[in-house]
């Protein structure tokens, strides 16, 4: 039995096991463990089907090899060529797709992703970076027809954001937008520079899988709560009344904030979601990190000091330092069009993870 064909047949004994497990009542009854069965059942499903295929092509294959050898005559000769050539035609692409099917999976690409952007370094361009970076991710989501809600906003002197703070409500959003975490460089002359020169400023984006009660536990004595009013537009009830949240989980320092709705229970609401997305994706990190001494991804680092991508205005060029790719289609870029870049930061990561898994 080939390697591949050993791998599949463990998973499908994986996959029957799973599908007895989940319609046990005891396990029915754990909910911590039944969404986590039934998670893994769907995704050796697709793989199971596969591995039929598969095991179907091997078998015929191996048949009409030995045809080819047992038989005389000329004509059953022939069409067991015939059929060889066919199967080892097809074989080389079925056997490409499993090896991309069987690369280990992130478990946390298929959440929702809670997105913040930051302004860095570049004072009022960067705040005006920052809102162009989110009109950007937002025509993406529309494109994609995800939907959207500001949890948290904080407006800059003169235009754009010092930071802002998004929920994005989609199914494996986090799987898409996780390759966007880190420093975006933008290269362009700002509106109040009279002698036309280019600055060079940056922000930050940070992509974080949106964590359930499931995946994290939050104990509610560990944090500190504090009510304020909002600063900023929002009108004279926000900026009147303390509908504003700010919760501090004592033991790590980890802050979160809430101002934009009217309501201090949905601020509350919305303020939780972040802290337990924010100690979720802390206790990825120390989990990728020791992973990463035994392989580094370039792609996916976690590293948000990392310079990423830079935005060259008047080149009218998008460079990503991590894929060395470069792209001239700023504008429409700008507009939403980045799902290409995606693909291909995603290709990288599955060469990577491929290379990983033959060494």
Known sequence: MNDLLQKLNAINIRFNEVSTLIV???????????????????????????YKEYKNLIENLSSSKSLLKEESDPEMREMAKIEIDNLENIRPEMEEKIRLMLIPKDPEDEKSAIMELRAGTGGDEACIFVEDCFRMYTMFFKEKGWSYEII???EGTTKGYREICLNIDAPAAYGVLKF?????????VPETESQGRVHTSAITVAVLPEAEEIDFELNMSDIRRD????SGAGGQHVNKTESAIRLTHIPTGIVSECQDGRSQHKNFEKAISILRSRLYQAELEKIQTERSEHRKSLVSTGDRSAKIRTYNYPQGRITDHRINKTMYNLNTF???????????LKMAENAEKLKGEEV
């Open 180 to 188: 966007e975490s880190g420093v975006h460089r933008v290269q362009r």
């Open 227 to 230: 009510t304020y009013r909002a």
């Open 24 to 50: 046990d009542p005891d396990i029915i009854a754990d909910m911590k463990r039944y969404v986590k069965l039934n998670k893994e059942y769907k995704e050796l499903e697709d793989l199971v089907s596969v």
């Open 334 to 344: 700008m507009n939403g069009d980045i799902q290409e870049m995606i693909d291909s």
């Open 152 to 154: 948290n906003s904080n």
